[in-house]
């Protein structure tokens, strides 16, 4: 996992830098279960006294596929998340969410490889005649790069651009982050 993690963060901690420098890296583990180094704040000030904590989330069971969890908490370190869906971002419940209630309400990832198409073309090199029906479908949500025959940086780099346009287009509005 880390041969996809390490270089994202780097490259998304750049990014974020230039484009979102209201977001801070986090400077301590403040949601349970998520490494500060992977996770950013934005405080709304005194009118709201809200923190949103926008988490990264490499996921060990496709390596190279990740999502972003959106926290949003009343306090600058949070123990406990309720899981909040997409009709509660409008009331900003406390609670934790997917980037993907922001944009449609439907869960959405980024690969930085095809898990999919290696698994099925496995079974294939082991039995050619491996039926379609029992190969493993892509996820509906799945941003994949346009090609996968470039440089892991460059599918990095077009994971990140895809990543914030969304935060700009989806997040950031809804949560009055201007």
Not at 80 to 102: A, E
Not at 172 to 178: A, G, H, N, Q, S
């Amino acid at each position: 996992m880390a041969k996809f993690t390490k270089p994202f963060m780097q490259e998304l901690r750049l990014s974020w830098q230039r484009e979102f420098p209201f977001l801070q890296p986090a400077s301590a583990n403040i949601i349970p279960n998520r490494s500060q180094s992977i996770t950013y704040t934005y405080h709304t000030g005194s009118a709201t006294n809200l923190f949103y904590h926008f988490a990264i989330l490499f996921t060990s069971k496709q390596p190279g596929e990740f999502t972003v969890e959106i926290f949003i908490s009343d306090k600058p370190t949070q123990e406990t998340m309720t899981i909040c869906w997409p009709d509660d971002i409008k009331d900003r419940k406390l609670g934790q969410y997917r980037i993907g209630w922001f944009v449609d309400g439907k869960d959405h990832w980024w690969g930085l490889k095809d898990n999919v198409a290696e698994s099925n073309a496995f079974m294939k090199s082991l039995d050619a005649d491996f039926p379609s029906n029992l190969q493993m479908q892509k996820r509906q949500y799945l941003w994949l790069p346009s090609s996968l025959d470039q440089p892991l940086n460059s599918i990095i780099n077009e994971a990140i651009a895809d990543l914030n346009q969304k935060m700009k287009d989806h997040v950031f509005p809804k949560l009055d982050i201007t």
